[in-house]
């Protein structure tokens, strides 16, 4: 059973072992010693369940408030800041990965497999360095969105280049990936 104490007109969390010590001439009985706390500002501390929140939502814990003479910890609901939407949204690209198989699948079904082999034969005689990237990244035993953008951010000239009627924006890779992600390979 956890307690909290009121000082200075606040609940903080209180250590019940400590009664004896900061109340020696008081003595509580055992069968129900919550009168006798009460009466030195000791509360027995009760904690609301976690409320349902949206995915654009959280919760915080509210200030603890003394009802009935238990000290109830609840909660507050508030929309998310944009910086924790967009922190929340960081965590989930970077949790977005393909196998090289799916990355076949999104290649092949959104017709970018052409794409990919024009910028490695352009590459291959105009720029050595790219087209060892292009090689890596292609081989590569895992595929992260993440990376992927960034990839196709670094490369837009050269795609505007070889594919320039192409969408190669991040909404239609996000499209794609999604797809490949729950492609039935």
Not at 12 to 29: E, T
Not at 60 to 81: C, F, M, N, Q, Y
Not at 96 to 113: K, M, S
Request: glycine share 4%; no cysteine; aromatic share 8%.
């Amino acid at each position: 059973m956890a307690y909290d104490r009121m000082i200075d007109g606040a609940l903080v969390p209180y250590l019940i072992g400590n009664f004896r010590k900061d109340f020696p001439s008081v003595l509580a009985p055992k069968n129900n010693p919550d009168p006798t706390y009460a009466l030195h500002g000791v509360y027995r501390r009760s904690v609301l369940p976690r409320p349902d929140v949206t995915e654009a939502q959280t919760m915080d814990r509210a200030a603890p408030e003394l009802v009935d003479g238990v000290s109830v910890h609840g909660w507050t609901i508030r929309d998310k800041t944009p910086e924790e939407l967009e922190a929340e949204a960081g965590a989930i690209d970077a949790a977005r990965v393909l196998t090289p198989a799916r990355f076949a699948y999104l290649l092949a079904a959104t017709g970018l497999e052409d794409v990919w082999e024009a910028m490695e034969a352009y590459t291959k005689e105009n720029d050595p360095n790219t087209y060892a990237i292009l090689r890596a990244n292609g081989a590569a035993a895992s595929f992260h969105l993440v990376r992927t953008l960034a990839i196709l951010a670094q490369l837009k000239p050269l795609t505007d280049a070889v594919a320039p009627s192409v969408d190669l924006s991040e909404a239609t890779i996000r499209t794609a990936w999604a797809t490949a992600e729950q492609a039935e390979i």
